[in-house]
């Protein structure tokens, strides 16, 4: 049994934007999976609850009219992954989330909960930065849209207001079109595990696929909150393919990243990691792009 | 005889556990129980100024708050170890139920019994714990310096024991010309059991007696020591051993059950739970030692050792439990696996403040294989020597005859594992292939051995008791002090049983519970002592029984006791071979007999004072995947002669364990300690990796069966033995790929990063 | 001390295909709810966050973990648990016997959540790899098996309910 003070269970976005204005003190809890672990912990002992959990609206991924795709915050990453839209369009996002924890993690976990929660090892966060996601709040006067790199604060605090909720990631056309990705997740183990290191690097080639058109690269636990390596992406930004191209991408991230040291990991090793990871995740992602090192 | 043992017949347990039937510690316990919740210091080292209890008194739900102060001053020993009635061997009783002292980041300070767990946990929350803190130490060299903390007075230097051996003269025989000295420290983590059931239990008072049903490997002992800890006349005491998810030596201890008896009895003998948290399991349980171990040999160049010498430094942590056994051990194995002339060997056993360490599966010979195997293959390198002939050349001989415990090598054991290994792993082939690799992916192959001893014969009490009783229709139940706690042992015994006393196996009924009020005594799970000691007893006891039942088939069938004989459940007249009746005609006949009634039963105890050698290896090939500091397992092959094979299937079953457990020791368990504070930072199953499903190869098991002499049924100890050699044998295939010798296990990214910038194959 | 809100909810759900009702407290976990209301003994507490797998029940035909699922989301749900596979006359289901046979099962702790996560991999009808089924069960920890054995029950069950041959190691 949860220490818990009250359970509001939410029967629909306005009603949980209501719950939410009535209690402020409330924590939402989507899948429950970080959210109940806290409470047990002590954490959030004696906290109250607004449930989100049944709004099927929530649930699953579309296609907007103008292409961009748009993955409900109640989404669970098993789903994600399975889910032929994702598979098509940013099938690295599904990789990604495919390498959350284990199999019943993966059926709880959402990539609402998982973006709200604000924690830089994120397995979704680092390629949602990479594909510059959109956040889409709906509170009290309707819905707000924020870039998910303005989304994340600082370590574990992200942009929600009083009274709001998380209903949707967004993921323009422009900047999934024509794009191959690849994900690194660098843990101490194969399953259920947190990552150590989080890399997400996709490219877009030219039509002739001898050159780089857009590299983007994100982390997750190379700062406080997932970030993306820009002198990286600066590097293979017009630049001819070249196994040279994939070491000098590799080493660029070390101008952007600034991994911490902690019990997990030490900050050289992560940097190390980081440059080690960013140069594979390159190669695989032209790989998949159809163009050659 | 053998129609039975030798088969890989199912499990006795199967259909329960396969069904969710079989009833654990918390599937017995009504629901009706209190829940006792346990207050941990959040120091390493200090006294309890004071409990500000008032606050968790008004908590809801709470019935009763106690804290050190309220304990009775009877300190306990807790190891399963055999009660010794020399004071001198006696197990060091440093424990009270609750401490002021704390001597570790988790110690019980105090307790909350509620009605409900939330209540328990607020309780525990609001209690207001003032401290006067102490300087704490957790390495173990560190607390034996001059000035370091003292953890218990009465130990100076934290030394809870230390022994030597010595042979020959080391200092005068290095100085031979000519001779190669290879030195090493080898690093083993602390590490912990994590068996799926947490340990717990539950306690009640009935009829004035103490009940107490727990989760536990060792319930006759542990039993005993709630009458020490209570100051109870052992028969006041009842312990019940239900089915257990696992132990491996943690649940070789008395853990919870003294203190959730003792808060039966301060809540008017009402039934309290306690059940430890995966959290608290991690820390307010037993750990494995994390010993330190420092190997120097002088070799000539063909390999010959002239002199060793062995220092180990054993990490206690906060009490003493099992103590000193476990490093002198691993200790005891150093001179007999490669035989030298010249030794000097020291080991230690020293108090730290971190959590208590204990009893676990290998018990010391995997932290000893961990060094000892390692050494070998750095010895190797220096002379040039390929790892498997060398171990040809210098392991233990056959005859070999160990003068302490009279153990004997009988057959040439170690050869036709490393064969039967090689032979699986393609371990020459590899050899050449995997010399003079570069580029980043490298592989490699590698191979350790281990010595085990079955069972604590001569240091400690070997016994074990039996009772057999026959049912109208010829089946019959049997129970042990033994227990079963996953590894299989009654589905062997039952096989045991149905040889010896020459029934089928369907008539034989295993008593799985043990409930110290009918249970014959044992000591219980460890040493992987079961089947080899529980054979005695078993032979012995369905001697007695078969005695008795064709003494009554002379009288009912008139014919001679010579000329008569049980099998397969009939009784046979042994000229002709006809069956004359079937032993239910017997039994129910007996037993309802107006003449002479008889209910046929069977009891005795077996004294064991002998033991035996179980050897074998693991052979391992890797990927080491240099830049990013990974090493992915290949194959995996462990070798074992554990004597003749009761049931192959779960023989075989119990090695993937054991291959699991040393993979996880190898390559990513360890449980760590905040350097500042002494908090431990990962005890829970997240963030300690236990290695799953997606961390293994594909496991391959090889027997050699050299039936042992001394056992009634050939066998001798399988339980501990998979668990000893895998992570060394790790360490020595990704030396072989990478060249570089690791000093420590968990062999980790950190460490291969740490260990591959100093050898200059990763520049940053 | 503050207490909690007293909140009891009625919740209404499909056990093992029979509709049944319970009033729960809005605290309790589905585990909670499975163990103390339906004594569903298969469903074990080895963390009770959401790592080991032990207390692994189908929900609407997907596995999760029901420490960490709360009692009250169970609403309306079909919810599996080992007890359901048995037959009438307590005839082990394929899979369960699979375990025996195998020597998959040793302590028995992790094994009815491994079993009901297999059910799922089963139900699916698709042939997996070895890489693959390992990924599937990598959401349940055993201490005993070091999986070897559990990987050879699910796929021989997998095998032949596709109808096709065990392929020879």
Not at chain 2, 625 to 642: A, E, G, T, Y
Request: hydrophobic share 40%; net charge negative; with cysteine.
């Amino acid at each position: 049994m949860y220490d818990m003070k009250a359970l509001y269970q939410a029967e629909s976005v306005q009603d949980a934007v209501a719950l939410r204005l009535k209690h402020p003190e409330a924590q939402i809890i989507a899948g429950g999976s970080d959210v109940l672990v806290q409470m047990r912990e002590g954490k959030r002992a004696g906290a109250e609850l607004i449930s989100v959990y049944g709004l099927d609206a929530l649930r699953g991924v579309s296609l907007e009219a103008d292409g961009t795709l748009r993955i409900g915050s109640l989404t669970s990453f098993s789903h994600i992954t399975r889910d032929p839209l994702i598979q098509k369009y940013v099938n690295v996002l599904g990789e990604a989330v495919d390498q959350v924890g284990g199999p019943q993690i993966r059926n709880i976990g959402t990539i609402g909960g998982n973006t709200c929660n604000g924690v830089t090892s994120a397995d979704s966060a680092s390629t949602l930065f990479a594909y510059d996601a959109t956040v889409e709040l709906t509170g009290q006067d309707g819905v707000r849209r924020v870039p998910i790199q303005e989304f994340y604060i600082r370590a574990g605090k992200v942009d929600i207001r009083a009274g709001e909720l998380q209903t949707a990631i967004l993921i323009s056309r422009e900047s999934y079109e024509h794009t191959f990705g690849h994900y690194i997740k660098y843990a101490m183990r194969s399953a259920m595990d947190i990552a150590t290191l989080g890399t997400s690097v996709n490219v877009r080639l030219s039509d002739d696929k001898k050159y780089v058109e857009r590299a983007r690269v994100a982390f997750g636990v190379a700062g406080p909150i997932p970030l993306r390596a820009e002198t990286a992406e600066k590097t293979a930004a017009g630049a001819r393919l070249s196994a040279e191209l994939a070491e000098a991408f590799g080493a660029a991230v070390r101008e952007d990243i600034h991994p911490r040291d902690s019990w997990r990991a030490a900050r050289d090793f992560r940097m190390h990691i980081a440059v080690e990871s960013a140069k594979r995740a390159f190669a695989e992602a032209v790989r998949l792009a159809g163009g050659e090192l | 005889m053998s129609k039975s043992v030798g088969k890989s017949v199912a499990r006795v347990d199967a259909y329960e556990k396969a069904t969710g039937r079989a009833k654990y510690m918390d599937d017995l316990c009504d629901r009706s129980a209190l829940v006792v919740k346990i207050c941990h210091a959040a120091i390493a080292h200090g006294y309890v100024r004071s409990i500000d209890t008032a606050q968790a008194e008004t908590v809801p739900g709470v019935v009763r708050v106690l804290t050190c102060f309220d304990v009775p001053n009877l300190p306990f020993p807790t190891a399963g170890h055999p009660w010794s009635t020399d004071p001198a061997h006696q197990d060091v009783a440093d424990r009270l139920l609750l401490n002021r002292h704390v001597r570790y980041f988790g110690d019980e300070v105090a307790v909350v019994i509620a009605e409900d767990e939330v209540a328990a946990m607020q309780g525990v929350r609001a209690l207001k714990v003032t401290y006067d803190e102490l300087p704490f130490v957790l390495d173990v060299q560190k607390a034996m310096e001059d000035g370091a903390p003292q953890i218990h007075e009465e130990f100076p230097n934290n030394i809870l024991k230390h022994t030597d051996l010595r042979k020959g003269d080391y200092q005068k025989a290095i100085l031979e010309p000519g001779l190669i000295r290879v030195e090493g420290w080898y690093d083993t983590p602390t590490v912990q059991h994590c068996h799926i059931e947490n340990h717990g239990c539950f306690a009640y008072m009935d009829a004035g007696r103490m009940v107490v049903v727990s989760s536990t490997q060792i319930p006759h002992i542990v039993r005993r020591v709630v009458g020490q800890a209570l100051g109870l006349p052992w028969g006041k005491v009842r312990l019940i051993k239900p089915y257990i998810g696992g132990g491996f030596g943690n649940k070789q201890d008395a853990l919870y059950e003294p203190l959730c008896a003792w808060c039966s009895t301060m809540v008017g003998g009402r039934l309290v739970k306690l059940e430890c948290t995966r959290e608290e399991t991690f820390v307010s349980n037993r750990v494995r030692h994390a010993i330190r171990t420092h190997i120097i040999s002088y070799v000539r160049p063909d390999g010959t050792l002239v002199a060793r010498k062995f220092e180990a430094f054993s990490n206690q942590g906060a009490y003493a439990s099992h103590g000193h056994g476990v490093v002198a051990k691993g200790m005891g194995a150093f001179p007999q696996l490669y035989p030298c002339d010249n030794l000097e060997c020291d080991c230690w056993s020293v108090f730290t403040n971190r959590p208590a360490a204990g009893a676990m599966r290998g018990y010391g010979i995997p932290q000893a294989m961990f060094a000892g195997e390692s050494h070998i293959d750095d010895i190797c390198k220096a002379v040039g020597m390929v790892p498997l002939e060398f171990r040809r050349k210098n392991l233990m001989p056959v005859g070999y005859v160990d003068g302490f415990s009279k153990n004997e090598l009988y057959t040439d054991t170690f050869n036709q594992c490393m064969d039967k290994g090689m032979a699986a792993i393609d371990y020459e082939r590899k050899l050449r292939e995997y010399q003079n690799q570069t580029g980043p992916v490298r592989k490699g192959i590698g191979l350790a051995v281990f010595w085990y001893n079955t069972a604590v014969w001569p240091i400690s009490l070997e016994s074990s008791s039996c009772r057999m009783v026959l049912n109208q229709d010829g089946s019959l139940q049997f129970q042990t002090g033994e227990t079963e706690i996953g590894q299989g042992c009654d589905t062997a015994y039952s096989q045991m049983v149905a040889d010896a006393v020459g029934v089928p196996l369907r008539d034989v009924h295993v008593v799985s519970s043990q409930d110290t009020d009918v249970t014959p005594f044992g000591t219980g799970a460890y040493a992987s002592r079961q089947t080899y000691i529980g054979g005695f007893s078993i032979a012995q006891t369905a001697a007695a029984l078969r005695e008795r039942i064709l003494e009554i088939a002379h009288e009912q069938t008139r014919m001679p006791v010579s000329n008569l004989d049980l099998a397969d459940g009939q009784i046979v007249r042994k000229s002709d071979g006809r069956v004359l009746k079937s032993l239910g005609d017997l039994a129910t006949e007996s037993l309802y007999s107006l003449e002479n009634s008889q209910h046929i039963t069977a009891e005795t105890t077996a004294q064991i004072k002998s033991n035996a050698y179980s050897f074998g290896c693991s052979f391992v090939e890797v990927e080491v995947d240099i830049p990013m500091c990974k090493v992915k397992l290949l194959h995996m092959v462990n070798v074992h002669d554990c004597g003749r094979l009761i049931n192959p299937a779960l023989a075989e079953a119990q090695v993937h364990g054991g291959m699991s457990m040393a993979i996880g020791y190898g390559l990513s368990e360890e449980l760590k300690f905040d350097e500042e504070t002494g908090r431990p930072l990962n005890n829970n199953l997240l963030d300690y990796k236990l290695s799953t499903f997606m961390d293994h190869p594909t496991l391959e098991v090889g027997f050699v069966e050299n039936p042992e002499p001394t056992s009634p049924f050939g066998t001798k100890a399988l339980g501990e033995p998979p668990a000893c050699s895998g992570a060394p044998a790790i360490r020595n295939a990704i030396l072989n790929a990478t060249g570089v010798a690791i000093d420590c296990c968990p062999i980790t990214p950190h460490v291969l990063y740490r260990q591959f910038k100093e050898a200059g194959l990763i520049t940053d | 001390m503050e207490k909690h809100l007293t909140q009891y909810q009625t919740v209404c759900f499909n056990l093992n295909g029979k509709d049944v009702e319970r009033t729960v407290d809005v605290r309790a976990s589905l585990t909670d709810l499975l163990r103390n209301d339906f004594r569903q003994t298969s469903v074990k507490k080895g963390c009770e966050v959401g790592e080991c797998g032990a207390c692994n029940v189908l929900i609407d035909g997907e596995a999760f973990n029901s420490c960490i699922y709360l009692a009250v989301w169970a609403e309306g749900k079909k919810v599996r648990t080992l007890e359901g596979l048995l037959g009438p006359n307590g005839e082990l289901s394929d899979i369960q016997q699979a375990f025996v046979d195998e020597s998959a099962i040793q302590c028995g702790f992790c094994s009815p959540g491994f079993i009901l996560t297999a059910v799922e991999i089963l139900e699916s009808g698709k042939a997996y790899t070895d890489e693959e089924l390992r990924k599937l069960l990598s959401g349940h920890l055993c201490r005993c098996t070091g999986y070897e054995n559990i990987l050879r029950a699910v796929k021989k069950t997998m095998y032949r309910r596709l109808g096709r041959e065990l392929p020879q190691e």
